[in-house]
């Protein structure tokens, strides 16, 4: 079945540091979502990607997908203590098909 | 605009208990779904509602998990009897319709669920 894989599962960072989550599917997605979920809360939506090496860019945040659409990347420039928390992408095999989220990278900011 | 709204909040229950959960999407949302997160994973979609229809629910334990929308607006979730492994978040979602810019979820607070 469709697996969404997510690296690193953890990630610390210093204030002012970037920081980059992976996500790699075993199979071609039609389109793939990024959401946030901060310590104790529940998850909220940041960004769909639809087209083949679509980049979208949401103030110091960057998201990417893949030539392939089985790869994207979540990237944020000069982390801020805000930007804590649970960084999510889910990915849909078929347009109208269910999201498979991947485990997720845990962020730390260190002030 | 109100949020997705879920009660109870915490729930603990003995195993081989029953437990049901309540949702009321976000006024206008005709596709409302059930996750299930358990600690350190991503949210596990067990079944997607379009309007009072089941669009999927292949991922949902039938032998102990049911859930409805009736009249396409509210839904509940039922756990009979629970296991220890069903302690988990149940989060419920809704979104505007499915495919195209409709598909963005929203989430509720979620209901955390202890089995015991």
Known sequence: ?111 | EAGVAQSPRYKIIEKRQSVAFWCNPISGHATLYWYQQILGQGPKLLIQFQNNGVVDDSQLPKDRFSAERLKGVDSTLKIQPAKLEDSAVYLCASSLGLGGGYNEQFFGPGTRLTVL
């Open chain 1, 1 to 111: 079945g469709q697996q969404v894989m997510q690296i690193p599962q953890y990630q610390h960072v210093q204030e002012g540091e970037d920081f980059t989550t992976y996500c790699n599917s075993s199979t071609t997605l039609s389109n793939i979502q990024w959401y946030k979920q901060r310590p104790g809360g529940h998850p909220v939506f940041l960004i769909q990607l639809v087209k083949s090496g679509e980049v979208k860019k949401q103030k110091r945040l960057t998201f990417q997908f893949g030539e392939a659409k089985k790869n994207s990347s979540l990237h944020i420039t000069a982390t801020q203590t805000t930007d804590v928390g649970t960084y999510f992408c889910g990915g849909r095999g078929s347009t109208l098909g269910r999201l498979y989220f991947g485990r997720g990278t845990q962020l730390t900011v260190w002030p």
